[in-house]
């Protein structure tokens, strides 16, 4: 299996849910990302788990929480969201750097969130 | 931390031109360089990369060139089709961790 998958593909929320999204790989990689990406914009950072460890959180708002539960899966758990948060959110894979190597990002499809 | 500067940010040629994207970064740490290709709608897919012990490496119509005194690389397409219209994003990344910084896209339009 060479894909990143993600789910849902598309969501719809209102600023007081709690929703969550989801990521899984079987690559094998040990590092995991969480990307953001506004129309016509690149994807920003936002967090880096690195063998199942938070290892960079680009100073996302709390109502952001990602999760780790093992190497294969990464979750984003959304809470009191606001509209401008509305975004396509990308989940990526790779082995880890290491020995002064970094390696490839696999993105997966996408989540396309928009928050009413 | 990195900051990459991507030009020019549209790019419109006719097919069986080439294309040429340049990007510039800041971090001398930074020592992988990939090229993403996004179609409207789809993921990011990568469709070439170059190490800092490289300076230039081709995949068929697609290049990448280095210049790691100068902080620049380029994308070079040869022979454009229009399945080549996307969004291009360059990409740089430091050896000591995975904080990946994009360049802000260049949108190519191949004229058929």
């Known amino acids: 299996d060479t894909e990143v998958t993600q789910t849902p593909k598309h969501l719809v929320m209102g600023m007081t849910n709690k929703k969550s999204l989801k990521c899984e790989q079987h690559?094998?990689?040990?590092?995991m990302y969480w990307y953001k990406q506004k129309a016509k914009k690149p994807p920003e950072l936002m967090f880096v788990y690195s063998y199942e460890k938070l290892s960079i959180n680009e100073s996302v708002p709390s109502r952001f929480s990602p999760e780790c539960p093992n190497s294969s899966l990464l979750n984003l758990h959304l809470h009191a969201l606001q509209p401008e948060d509305s975004a396509l959110y990308l989940c990526a894979s790779s082995q880890d750097f290491g020995r002064g190597r970094v390696e490839t990002q696999y993105f997966g499809p996408g989540t396309r969130l928009l928050v009413l | 931390g990195e900051n990459v500067e991507q030009h020019p940010s549209t790019l419109s040629v006719q097919e069986g031109d080439s294309a040429v994207i340049k990007c510039t970064y800041s971090d001398s740490a930074s020592n992988y360089f990939p090229w993403y290709k996004q179609e409207l709608g789809k993921r990011p897919q990568l469709i070439i990369d170059i190490r800092s012990n490289v300076g230039e490496k081709k995949d068929q119509r697609i290049a990448v060139t280095l210049n790691k005194t100068a902080k620049h690389f380029s994308l070079h397409i040869t022979e454009t089709q229009p399945e080549d219209s996307a969004v291009y994003f360059c990409?740089?990344?430091?050896?000591?961790?995975?904080?990946?910084?994009f360049g802000a896209g260049t949108r190519l339009t191949v004229k058929p």
């Open positions: 990409a740089a990344s430091p050896y000591n961790n995975n904080d990946m910084r």
């Open positions: 690559m094998g990689h040990r590092a």
